[in-house]
């Protein structure tokens, strides 16, 4: 499913930029929301918040992203202009179509970006977008994060960002190469993971919209290779989880062209107090390299605001070679069901 994804994402920019699916994003740009109000659990929560990334910094129109699970209990305050976003791969997540049930009983707008056509939150929407990742099997998401991610980007494409759709359509197409690209360098994601798996713990950090992607490449290690993972904001370490870094703990950061040096210098820290650096950073970054225990260079140049997905792809990959390394069950971790119908 991970090696799946370049196709889809180029199926789903003909789709959406050529075909069909050009009138689906006509009919939602004339939606005039006042406030996004996004829900979502577990890998599409973080698709979410890339999400917000996209439609806050391209359409500045806020958005507040809830775990569903806590979104419906916590008596939320929801205005008449705000409208519901769903993310969900199966559409079928008690607490998501939960929150969109109380949306909905509040009488305003709702919205999914959805893998399942038909599904219960596919039926009960207003409004679909279809992410068109074909049947995900997999209990940990790999290909639905990246396709919800760049729904998320059309969405907010269609509500108005001033970006030339030829651009727009191009960065999609160069996103696709560039994950076949990286997936083509997987064994050495592999010999990475090799040399890290046993370590005590890991913490993966990004900032800004790796962010998200560092909270997601946790939970996809955790899941798959059971080891502990955490996702954290890279300035963010110094405020209490610094104190568990020794030579036994491993930081997997993740590296962008935005706000470079303040990201090497949280990594820093870390080197200073014997941690093993893993860092996922632009290829030309001499700093990246210079921190770095083990280095996977990346490629961002002309993907902007797509970069999110593309380093998430390496995550992904050193997930799997980690588990694998680990001798897990890949596709069905224990504890876990593909589906969570039930509170
Ligand atoms: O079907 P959904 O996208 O609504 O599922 C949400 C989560 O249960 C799901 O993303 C879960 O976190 C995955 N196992 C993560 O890999």
């Known amino acids: 499913e991970i090696y799946e994804q370049p196709g889809l994402i180029r199926a789903l920019t003909k789709y959406y930029f050529d075909g069909e699916g050009q009138e689906t994003l006509a009919n939602i740009s004339n939606l005039k929301p006042g406030r996004f109000l996004v829900n979502a659990c577990g890998t599409a929560n973080y698709a979410g918040l890339v999400i917000k990334d996209y439609i806050e910094n391209f359409n500045r129109i806020p958005c507040q992203v809830d775990l569903a699970s806590e979104f419906r209990y916590r008596n939320p305050l929801i205005l008449k202009d705000d409208i519901g976003l769903f993310v969900s791969q199966s559409g079928e997540t008690a607490d998501t179509l939960a ?56 969405l907010s494409h269609a509500l108005g960002d001033g970006v030339e759709k030829k651009k727009l359509k191009d960065k999609f197409n160069l996103l696709a190469t560039r994950i076949d690209e990286l997936l083509s360098r997987a064994e050495d994601l592999k010999s990475i993971a090799e040399s ?61 062209p935005e706000l470079l040096d303040k990201t090497i210098s949280n990594v820093e820290e870390i080197k200073a107090r014997k941690g093993i650096i893993v860092v996922i950073g632009p290829e030309n970054d001499a700093n990246s390299k210079r921190v770095s225990d083990y ?40 504890n876990l069901a593909k589906s969570v119908t039930v509170e």
Do not use: W
């Not at 370590?199 to 992607?213: A, I």
């Not at 996809?220 to 370490?237: N, P, Q, R």
């Open 99 to 154: 929150a969109q049930n109380l949306c909905k009983q509040s009488g305003i707008k709702t919205l999914s970006i959805v893998n399942v056509e038909g599904s219960t939150l596919y039926r009960d929407c207003d409004h679909n977008l279809l992410i068109r990742a074909g049947i995900e099997i997999g209990v940990a998401s790999t290909k639905a994060f990246t396709q919800q991610a760049l729904t998320g980007r059309l």
């Open 295 to 334: 280095f996977f260079p990346l490629n961002y140049e002309g993907l902007g605001e797509l970069g999110a997905v593309y380093c998430n792809v390496a995550n992904q990959i050193l997930a799997y070679y980690m588990a694998r390394f680990k001798g897990t069950d890949i596709d069905k971790p224990r």
């Open 196 to 256: 890290i798996h046993n370590y005590k713990g890991f913490f993966y950090t990004g900032r800004g919209s790796l962010f998200p992607v560092a909270l997601e490449g946790a939970l996809k290690l955790k899941e798959i290779a059971y080891v502990h993972a955490e996702g954290y904001a890279s300035g963010e370490l110094k405020h209490g989880p610094i104190a568990l870094i020794d030579e036994e703990m491993v930081n997997i950061a993740l590296v962008a």
